[in-house]
């Protein structure tokens, strides 16, 4: 039916435009077609268009140029709204620590005990937080493409998941929304979504198992390709399948660092350091930041190329300061470049803030770089069975790691693999191997490790009392490694076994307070600690009172409460001790461990009762 009134359609909203309008009404787009009587009915094709089709194609991207420009400023909107959000991020957070040291300062809160907490608290939320983003991210996908059948079921089944999550039953929404995967079985965004809550719920194997339907419905599908390659970089007879499936993911987004910083990381454990290279030099090339600069120093030192690591990791300095990651691998660099001072300043630095770090010990303690890798990583590719080996020692699993440790025997011995073999023998049988662990302890491998077998060694004789064993063993580690971490720590171990067992003289005092003078690096409490209980049972209160009053203040512990508040009492100072112990019993423990704690609530409340009976008295 022809129209008899005069106007236009407009070619990009098909709006009708009365009357010789030459913009749209509705979406201000300029008009092409001309004005006048236009009708439903064929016409002729006219012989010249091409000035028109040209005319309309310009109109096209002037209208597409202002469709950019109006997402531009979309995101520059957005963009602003996340800084006001960071600033206030910020704001809450100074504000945050500002109340927390405020109430510290008044006794109202235990700074460490919140911290501890709060990071107890993030942990146990984190793979429910992290679930709850993807599901929110990914569940837009699965209803565009899902059957009509079947929708107002998924509906549902989405609506309870969400639900599940928001109670924060993570295993309970896996398994709900793996319930509606028979609904729509050819639906791969359905399917992944699923597979990530079972791998953020730690079911590995049911999440595998997804993950390849996706790809295999979906081969184009990036994050299927991703998670089925975290999945499998964990099993170390996977590692080709690992390796394939982010080729695939790099193939996909060729403009994307993360997939060639997992390949690099996964070739780094598989010893190709060339193809670990190739792929860290693609992510730096693509992305370049702290990670990726890390991840690039990392390569280099495990390739023995320190004049390139150097430079790597002072780079990723510079975007992560102070990062404990990155100050560790540029100390091992200049481990490697044979500058020890240098590394031996970044160690100190370290261990102040992590006092007794495994990993910094080590390497404080090697003689080169290459005692060192054998001494922490082990021979090639035996590093990821040594650590699950390690893992499994401290939770007392001895058959299973009796069974990873075999396995690496295979591919080579190491100073590291020996150690361990020797630490599952001794919980096995420690008086049968008592002799070999002495023998490790005194012999020329790694110093950290002779330390770690004379600590077992010392344990058994000491929980025994063989007090002639005890000093021939200390004294022969201590002329052996005179000058490793191991010594301190030996020395100070022989201190503390003196006064426990009522030995302590003015001689070993001298000894003890050269330790605190000289400590280990983040082991100051410990010397402290020691040397206080030194000056109580020598009945030097008034030397106890000099060194712990400072530090009251600023390190409430229970060890600190009790020190004092004895020093207090032998010097009469009854009620101000009185007060000092009853605080004590709620304090912090500090490095004391449960027994340790106990122990010493034991002898507060003991010193409580004598003073209150010297006070009725």
């Known amino acids: 039916m022809a129209n008899d009134l005069p106007g236009s359609y407009c070619q990009n909203c098909l709006t009708w435009n009365p009357g010789d309008r030459e913009t749209c009404v509705k979406c201000g787009t300029r008009l092409l077609i001309l004005a006048g009587d236009q009708t439903w009915e064929d016409e002729p094709e006219e012989t010249e268009g091409g000035e028109d089709l040209e005319e309309h194609l310009l109109e096209r991207i002037t209208g597409l140029e202002e469709t950019l420009r109006r997402v531009e400023t979309y995101l520059e909107t957005v963009s602003d709204q996340l800084g006001k959000l960071e600033r206030s991020e910020v704001m809450l957070r100074n504000g945050l620590m500002a109340l927390v040291q405020e109430m510290e300062q008044k006794r109202q809160l235990d700074a460490h005990a919140f911290s501890e907490r709060w990071e107890s608290l993030v942990e146990e939320n984190l793979h429910l937080i992290s679930a709850r983003e993807l599901f929110t991210r990914y569940r837009a996908r699965i209803l565009p493409i899902a059957r009509p059948k079947s929708m107002s ?14 109670a924060a039953d993570l295993p309970g929404a896996a398994q709900r929304l793996g319930q509606a995967l028979p609904l729509d079985p050819k639906n791969y965004e359905l399917i992944f979504t699923a597979a990530s809550l079972h791998e953020a719920a730690q079911n590995f194997e049911e999440a595998e198992s997804l993950a390849r339907k996706v790809v295999g419905l979906s081969p ?26 982010l080729h695939q993911a790099s193939d996909l987004r060729p403009e994307d660092a993360e997939p060639r910083m997992l390949l690099a990381e996964l070739l780094l454990d598989e010893e190709d350091l060339q193809g670990a290279l190739e792929a860290a030099q693609e992510a730096v090339a693509r992305r370049k930041d702290g990670e990726t600069l890390l991840l690039l120093g990392q390569v280099h030192l495990a390739r023995g190329e320190s004049g390139m690591a150097v430079p ?15 100050r560790e691998s540029l100390a091992e660099a200049y481990l490697l470049q044979g500058d020890r001072s240098k590394a031996f300043a970044i160690l100190q630095e370290l261990l102040t803030q992590n006092p007794g770090d495994p990993h910094l010990l080590l390497m404080v303690d090697a003689e080169d770089h290459l005692q060192l890798r054998e001494a922490r990583d082990g021979k090639a590719g035996t590093q990821v069975l040594l650590d699950e080996a390690e893992t499994l020692l401290d939770e007392n699993q001895l058959e299973s790691a009796a069974m990873l440790l075999k396995r690496a025997r295979r591919k080579g011995k190491s100073q590291r693999s020996e150690w361990l073999d020797l630490r599952l023998s001794f919980l096995q049988d420690p008086e049968k191997t008592l002799r070999s662990a002495l ?15 004379l600590r077992l060694a010392l344990e ?55 330790l605190h003078a000289h400590p280990l690096p983040g082991m100051e409490p410990r010397a402290r600690t020691l040397l206080g209980q030194y000056l109580l049972a020598l009945k030097r209160h008034q030397e106890v009172l000099e060194l712990i009053d400072p530090l009251i203040e600023k390190e409430p512990t229970l060890i600190n409460h009790f020190q004092l508040g004895a020093a207090l009492a032998g010097l009469g100072e009854r009620e101000e001790a009185r007060v000092l112990l009853k605080a004590g019993l709620d304090a912090e423990p500090g490095d004391l461990n449960d027994t340790q704690a106990k122990g010493v609530k034991n002898q507060i409340r003991g010193l409580l009762k004598e003073l209150n009976g010297a006070g009725e008295a």
Not at 220 to 245: G, S, V
Not at 439 to 453: E, M, T, V
Not at 484 to 510: K, V
Request: proline content about 3%; some cysteine; charged content about 25%.
């Open 460 to 514: 058994h004789l000491m929980a025994q009392k063989r007090e002639a064993e005890i000093a021939r063993t200390l004294d022969a580690f201590l002329t052996r490694h005179p000058k490793s971490t191991g010594a301190w720590e030996a020395a100070l171990m022989r201190q503390a076994y003196r006064l426990m067992n009522g030995q302590a003289t003015e001689q070993d005092l001298i000894e003890v307070h050269r």
């Open 439 to 453: 023998a490790f302890a005194c012999s020329d491998r790694h110093p950290r490790l002779c330390f770690l077998a």
């Open 312 to 326: 790597a990791l002072k780079e990723a300095s510079s975007y992560l300061p102070g990062d404990l990651h990155v």
């Open 220 to 245: 184009r599908h990036f994050e299927a390709w991703m998670l089925l390659a975290k999945l499998l970089q964990e099993l170390p007879e996977h590692a080709d399948q690992a390796i394939e499936a």
């Open 153 to 166: 079921q998924l509906k549902r089944a989405l609506l309870e998941t969400t639900a599940l999550l928001e």
